[in-house]
């Protein structure tokens, strides 16, 4: 299985939705509009031929500043053919949103969940899309490129005492 | 066709049974729970002592790692990946060097890509020998836990002679190593080999025929192959299954293809099978270790990262003779390296799955964006799967042959 | 066993109370089975065969905070995790004592950032702090140590000492 086999399926069934093609160091990935993210998922894994059955990554991307400002990436892997490809779907504010994966593949669940978690992309399908690494009570996504990393004053000698005034030591 | 797989949330849980519209209990294990291998959280709903539901909640040691190594260089963010999966810091290292060399397209050297399959299926002997020793610990049986890490020391000794440090090494950098294998490294590491596969015996004679063993782990924990793939389930859970899928077969790296050695596949997919699979698996790491340490002593002394400036620094010897190389230097540890734009995804055989990173390049020094693949949270999903119908003492056994890092899965 | 030689044949010690009362806390330090990342490996080590804890009497872990004297917290705390730990050590009885063991859990280590509490001082009071990313089993021991002697040093009146920082010989500024 090669790249331009793959394409050429995906061109056949889904030439509209193709929004952008690319190969990087031999990696090819195909940005689809929403609709066709969902249809291409599902052509790769149910066709005999190229039986794409495992998901094996899914991940959100915040291109600050990009139209549109998010990406979805899921890489699936055929394990017949040995090979990978890449979809690609874009969305952006003010709800960024994108067909779930979930139900064709479940190991998408918390790989999806993941992403709402920390970039707030609300995946449409998704049978219960809640957050997974931090708390309920989380206010933001800290993996967008607008929220703050968060980091504290280091304390070195010259300035510990400044420092340790201020810090909420914890009591008995 | 089976019933549609699902994996349930704490909520889904804990909400019907506070609106009082269940029969059935409500247990909280953890996330302070001595079988939980750290810090995760599960939520079991119980009908007597027969698990009905079990959902993980985890995140308790969301570190923000993805976040923090979009601040830093790429060099610098390597430190990071050690702390991800703590059993196996050398893989993490091995899949984000990989990922940015593919970025980068450079090449590495001889020395320093059989170093790299050394080391790291060193690892994997060292992570192994953890899991092994924890998962007899949670079915009592002590013995195996000590003799476990007895030989760990011996692996950890190896990584601190390399490195200097005996977890966190930090030692693929990229473009090659952080710097070259000491004199006595070759010796060493054959002084282990030589009691390595007599040790494997010991644990197998300890556990392998062992009744109580048997009685906790065969027909356990049962997954298809079909489902396991759907879950997402990989590395010895997935072969455990039957199904031999390895990257380092698959889509090798770092010259794996060179390497002969086996794939251990299983049969029913239970405990007991994860437990023969990954006891295989450290036999075959013996036999790839064996091999690195002959190529090692015939290639002899060589370079060990990339000859290319831009990526890593010169030598300390050249930076005194030459203007070049000390403005290579200088420019590599201010500014760092700019990979161009786009993005790479790499994955390997961690020792408990495949572990993926993305990486995506803006064309500046720091990483726009890293996301890894990580195998313990994924493999997790299927926990709810395996797990219906059994009893409570039948999850312990089963989180242990899953195997999870929690600080891999919360990342 | 150490107090027969010591008293010899004469069948009597005299000593004071807080001494006593000290070295029985001391020898009988049971920390409470609580890892949270990398540090926990390495506490492991400690408690594995080469290292052997129980040479000082701290073999026995306890699964429940009600039977624990002594928590080490052994890793990086997260937000989530904080209030977690909180609750663990209200659980524990009178006396109880902590150790950060490693820098995320003294400082937030090379975790500055939105997730980790910085330091778990923030989150219960430390007795003593181990340095190190992760600490060496000897480090960890070490640090067991200087907690023991400080608690031979405690008053009967529960007023407790300052926090003791152990960090490596080569990081110390003199």
Not at chain 1, 16 to 44: C, H, M, N, W
Not at chain 2, 232 to 247: H, I, K, P, S
């Amino acid at each position: 299985m090669d790249n331009q086999t793959v394409l050429a399926a995906l061109r056949a069934q889904l030439g509209k939705e193709i929004l952008a093609v690319s190969e990087f160091r031999g990696d090819l990935s195909v940005t689809l509009t929403p609709a066709g993210y969902l249809a291409a998922a599902q052509l790769l894994r149910d066709d005999p031929e190229l039986a794409y059955t495992f998901l094996e990554n899914l991940c959100g991307v915040d291109y600050l500043g990009r139209k549109p400002r998010f990406e979805v990436v899921a890489h699936l892997t055929s394990m017949r053919h040995r090979h990978r490809v890449c979809l690609k779907v874009g969305c952006d504010e003010p709800n960024p949103a994108v067909p779930s994966l979930t139900p064709l593949f479940p190991t998408a669940n918390y790989q999806e969940r993941e992403t709402f978690d920390l970039l707030g992309i609300t995946f449409t399908g998704h049978p219960s899309l809640t957050r997974i690494l931090l708390p309920d009570d989380w206010i933001g996504h800290p993996l967008r490129k607008d929220h703050p990393l968060g980091d504290e004053e280091i304390a070195f000698s010259f300035n510990q005492d400044r420092i340790y005034a201020r810090k909420p030591f914890a009591r008995e | 066709m089976a019933e549609p797989i699902t994996v349930p949330t704490p909520q889904q849980i804990i909400e019907p049974a506070l609106a009082g519209r269940t029969e059935t209990m409500v247990l909280n294990m953890g996330p302070h729970h001595p079988s939980t291998h750290g810090v995760l959280r599960l939520v079991l709903e119980l009908d007597g002592e027969v698990v009905v539901n079990v959902a993980p909640d985890v995140g308790y040691l969301h570190t923000g790692i993805e976040k923090t190594m979009e601040s830093k260089t790429y060099q610098k963010a390597v430190v990071l990946t050690d702390r991800m999966d703590y059993l196996a810091p050398l893989s993490n290292n091995l899949c984000y060097a990989l990922a940015v060399e593919k970025l980068l397209d450079v090449e590495i050297p001889e020395r320093a890509q059989i170093a790299r399959v050394l080391l790291t299926e060193l690892q994997r002997l060292s992570s192994h020998l953890v899991w092994l020793g924890t998962h007899a610990l949670d079915l009592a049986a002590m013995s195996v836990f000590l003799y476990a890490f007895r030989e760990r020391e011996q692996i950890l000794d190896i990584f601190e002679l390399v490195s200097g440090a005996r977890m966190m090494t930090s030692y693929f950098r990229i473009g090659g190593l952080a710097y070259d294998l000491p004199a006595d490294f070759i010796p060493t590491v054959e002084q282990f080999l030589a009691i390595m596969p007599s040790r494997i015996d010991e644990y197998e004679d300890l556990l392998t025929a062992n009744p109580l063993w048997l009685e906790r782990t065969v027909g356990v924990g049962v997954i298809d192959a079909q489902s396991a793939i759907a879950l997402g389930l990989t590395g010895a859970n997935l072969r455990a299954t039957g199904v031999a899928y390895d990257v380092r077969k698959a889509m090798p790296y770092s010259g794996y293809e060179t390497y002969s050695f086996e794939i251990p596949i299983g049969k029913n997919g239970d405990i007991y099978d994860r437990y023969r699979v990954r006891i295989a698996e450290m036999r075959q790491s013996v036999k790839i270790v064996q091999q690195a340490t002959e190529r090692l002593r015939e290639l002899g002394p060589g370079p060990v990262v990339t000859p290319n400036r831009k990526v890593a620094p010169p030598p300390k010897r050249e930076i005194t003779e030459s203007m070049e190389s000390l403005i290579h230097h200088f420019k590599l540890w201010t500014e760092g390296f700019k990979p161009p734009r786009g993005d790479a995804y790499v994955s390997i055989e961690s020792p408990r799955g495949i572990l993926g990173c993305y990486v995506v390049s803006d064309g500046s020094p720091k990483p726009w964006r890293v996301h890894f693949r990580a195998p313990s949270f994924i493999n997790l999903q299927s926990l709810a799967h395996m797990a219906k119908g059994r009893l409570v003492a039948d999850l312990v056994a089963l989180i242990a042959s899953l195997d999870p890092v929690l600080g891999e899965v919360d990342r | 066993m150490g107090i027969e030689e010591k008293a010899g044949n004469l069948g009597i010690v005299t000593t004071t109370l807080e001494t006593v009362v000290n070295w029985g806390r001391t020898n009988a330090m049971w920390p409470l089975l609580f890892g949270l990342a990398c540090c926990a490996i390495e506490m492991m080590g400690a408690q594995a065969s080469n290292y052997d804890l129980s040479r000082f009497g701290m073999e026995l872990n306890r699964a429940s905070p009600r039977q624990a004297d002594l928590m080490i917290v052994a890793g990086r705390v997260s937000r989530k995790m904080a209030p977690v730990v909180r609750r663990l050590y209200d659980q524990m009885p009178e006396p109880k004592w902590v150790i950060a063991m490693g820098d995320c859990a003294a400082c937030g280590g090379i975790f500055n950032n939105y997730a980790i509490v910085q330091g778990v001082d923030e989150v219960v009071p430390v007795d003593v702090y181990v340095a190190g990313c992760p600490p060496r089993p000897e480090a960890l021991i070490d640090g067991i140590m200087m907690l023991h002697q400080k608690v031979m040093r405690e008053k009967i009146n529960g007023k407790k000492e300052a926090p003791i920082r152990i960090e490596h010989p080569l990081m110390q500024v003199k």
